[in-house]
């Protein structure tokens, strides 16, 4: 089994290698515009807060890879689509707990 580049093997485990702080630097402000750009788009249906954990996810998923910049708008789209639908879903819940404590 071949290991990723962005790992290196220790004596027990698997750690993920640091990026070079350039690209660190540069994954963390583009990350950062795409959530902002999100949080816009959602905010009547999402909490920023959700939004951007939801991009810190992409982000770390993003980093394991070889291709960062090529992933991650698809990977934060797959996570603010997943995080829209549990916060969907948990508003559902609360409305139907809701409206049958009070009937």
Request: proline share 6%.
């Amino acid at each position: 089994m071949m290991t990723p580049p962005t790992f290196r093997r220790t004596q027990h485990t698997l750690r993920r290698a640091a990026l070079p702080r350039i690209g660190a630097t540069r994954l963390r402000e583009r990350a950062g515009r795409i959530a902002a750009d999100l949080s816009a788009r959602h905010a009547r249906v999402l909490p920023p807060s959700f939004v951007r954990q939801a991009v810190d996810d992409a982000e770390a998923l993003a980093a394991t890879t070889g291709a960062v910049e090529r992933v991650l708008p698809g990977l934060v789209r797959e996570k603010v689509t997943e995080a829209r639908a549990w916060f969907s879903r948990q508003q559902d819940i609360l409305e139907r707990s809701t409206f049958s404590f009070s009937a």
